[in-house]
């Protein structure tokens, strides 16, 4: 992502015990204190919100994902309710109205001496808010992507939206290193997702995705996704792919907020069934494609 | 850890993209940018090395193994060598040649656009180290502490000592909410290794600690302790303790840089052995002692 501005043009929004009545100012005047726990420990969380022509997609749904990851790290965040309209702003601060962009949000437990327990009484959860261009996947979108396979080394709690993501850029970087575009984890012999994506197979008409539990992301793509596998009545399961089924998978395609639906054409150097996007996968993209265009024009 | 001193007081070094040349500053004077890498990926590592009088202890072994950490990241710091003299002058810019000390050091992938491969060409690692005065843990040392077990539901790779440390901070949390010092995570029925600690315990005479690999942290006071083992001709073994095994162990204890060797006297609210330090717990701690004395007197 990318807004093709410099830090010292783009507005963000930022909040600190540093600075708790928090405001809109340029990027290059954000100072997270070296304490800030999620500098520290990676103690907090984030979430990723795509805007289509100045309106946000699915605000409500990564909002109520927001507050299952603060319930399950003990951060109290009460005013969560702010956080679209502060993106809403920051759209049009930066000029980003009639353009697809996405906001990144992260919060941490905020700022105190290093010391692993929470800081007792809670300090000023610390926010940072930007939103960006994003640059256009049509053609990843059309044509499908590489990816590869990697085990699963992260830990067991993937529903909570958590920052330390070394794990998950490891494996990225591993696919760039091997000319793929996305790395797909495999824990336990099963598909749990990618490293910022959902994954979904399909195997004779059957739509298959890992079940929503503790070892994937409950993407909001993924369930728009399997919604309108309902609408359109594809049978869909949420079940494991089991790893070994893999290679007899007709469809594989990958689904987030910022790519929507993306086919995997070849995964570990081989091709994903013919090779080329498959009908299901194309079929759910055209669907997507037109919920979003009934959402932008005021549905 | 604290110095006691306020952020406007205590200098710190720091050394990034948007100060690439480094220095020593003071902590309020640190700008942490919202696009590092360690801020918004947890893409880092850290190590915590500890000075007795002015002089640290084991700073080659702590950089053997911030070498393994950076390798198995893929980043490249050939700087490492200067650490422990930055870490030399912080003890002495802060006043703590005469006290136990320690230093935090903190190493980051760099400063770029958030995306997950790493930048290409690779940016200037972040840099940041504080060193504070460590409280006095006598009491802990010589009546023992309390400890709980927990889930052990982090990463893969804790041989890393990595940034990500929400897991640990929940497990910490979640003693100190019970009433105890640290929780001692579990894994698969096996004792792995505490929040910021590794554990040994001792049965029959043997002492035993979980081998070194890929679940736990090789710390370098476990590795001491090891040694000193040897020296007094205590059997020791490098074998998993299972969690069945726990209630019946004579002694258990743990060991950190901070710590050095911590008696468990009550485990999920029950009593260790006896509920008091161990003997051999206590021949290891006159040991450590000895060991770290000989050191401050220049053997």
Redesign the interface.
Same mark, same amino acid.
């Given at each position: $992502? /990318?807004n093709g501005k410099k830090?010292d043009s783009q507005t963000?929004y930022?909040r600190s015990a540093d600075f708790p009545s928090g405001g809109f100012l340029f990027?290059?005047r954000?100072? %997270?204190?070296?304490?800030?726990? +999620?500098? $520290?420990?990676?103690?907090?969380l984030?979430e990723v919100v795509r805007s289509y022509g100045g309106r946000f997609f699915g605000f409500a749904e990564h909002l109520a994902r927001l507050r299952h990851s603060l319930a399950e790290? +003990?951060i109290d965040f009460p005013e969560i309710g702010e956080l679209p309209g502060i993106a809403q702003e920051l759209v049009r601060r930066n000029g980003l109205e009639t353009t697809a962009a996405v906001a990144?949000i992260?919060l941490t437990r905020g700022l105190c *001496?290093?010391?692993?327990?929470?800081p007792t009484p809670p300090v000023v959860p610390t926010l940072?808010i *930007?939103v960006n261009r994003l640059l256009s996947a049509a053609v990843e979108a059309e044509q499908g992507i590489a990816a590869i396979t990697v085990p699963d %080394?992260? !830990? /067991?709690?993937c529903d909570i939206k !958590? &920052? +330390? &993501? &070394?794990?998950?850029? &490891?494996a990225?970087?591993r696919a760039?290193a091997q000319g793929a575009n996305e790395a797909i984890f495999v824990r336990d012999g099963v598909v749990t997702e990618g490293?910022?994506t959902n994954v979904f197979g399909v195997k004779a008409g059957v739509v298959l995705t890992h079940p929503s539990d503790h070892h994937i992301l409950a993407g909001i793509t993924r369930a728009q996704v399997i919604q309108l596998c309902r609408a359109l009545r594809l049978p869909v399961e949420e079940r494991p792919i089991l790893q070994a089924e893999l290679a007899g998978l007709d469809e594989l395609f990958l689904t987030s907020t910022t790519g929507e639906i993306t086919p995997v054409v070849v995964l570990d150097s081989k091709p994903v069934g013919r090779g080329r996007p498959g009908p299901l996968t194309q079929q759910l993209q055209r669907a997507f494609r037109d919920l979003i265009s009934s959402l932008s024009q005021g549905d």
């Open positions: $992502m /990318s830090a963000v930022f990027k290059n954000v100072r %997270i204190a070296p304490n800030d726990r +999620g500098f $520290m420990f990676a103690d907090g984030y790290v +003990g990144y992260q *001496e290093r010391r692993y327990p929470f940072y *930007e %080394i992260r !830990w /067991s709690r !958590w &920052l +330390g &993501l &070394l794990p998950n850029v &490891l990225r970087q760039v490293t910022h």
